[in-house]
């Protein structure tokens, strides 16, 4: 095994804690392209973190040797382990996240997926469903009166999964 997606998950967990210092740093900022710099932060972080869950889920494939070139989500890795009919406690947790709409993993992954899509109002609220995260990445042109609130957010985001991804590897070694 190559270890491949190991070393990729680590890669993209890192890009994101330095987009993070990056957007604390433009949230101080005086320029006057503040704004722009905070939105871009956003959305990199965002991307990086579902970057590495992406990679996550080929690690955990790499690991049941799939071919990991087809994983591009979740259902993708249960496809594998359904036809293969092998068990697998990742993907337990895995899904147990994702399918909780009160869950970090679901609200990062709604976010992410928020960045495709756009709304010229604050229409949405902040709620156990939808994190303000989402709701920022949605506006053209947010009012930034919640920009402390998503960082935190962020941050949490990047140590829960920090935390998922080592207590994972550490269960996953044990077999």
């Not at 998950?9 to 900022?29: V, Y």
């Not at 998503?150 to 140590?159: G, M, S, T, V």
Request: aromatic share 10%; proline share 1%; glycine share 2%.
């Amino acid at each position: 095994m190559s270890n491949i997606y190991l070393v990729r998950t680590n890669q993209k967990i890192n890009f994101a804690r330095i987009h993070l210092d990056a957007l604390t740093e433009a949230q101080g900022s005086t320029g006057w392209s503040k704004h722009a710099m905070i939105e871009s932060y956003n959305e990199s972080v965002l991307f990086h973190l579902a970057s590495a869950y992406s990679s996550f889920l080929r690690e955990v494939a790499e690991k049941y040797r799939f071919a990991t070139n087809v994983i591009d989500s979740l259902a993708d890795l249960e496809s594998l382990l359904d036809a293969s009919g092998q068990e697998s406690p990742e993907r337990s947790e895995l899904a147990a996240l994702e399918q909780n709409d009160a869950s970090w993993l679901h609200k990062m992954l709604a976010a992410y997926h928020a960045c495709w899509q756009a709304a010229d109002n604050h229409s949405v609220v902040a709620s156990d469903q939808v994190s303000v995260s989402e709701i920022h990445v949605l506006q053209i042109n947010p009012d930034h009166a919640e920009d402390g609130d998503i960082l935190a957010e962020y941050r949490h985001w990047l140590n829960e999964f920090r935390s998922l991804v080592e207590r994972l590897r550490s269960d996953m070694q044990e077999w």
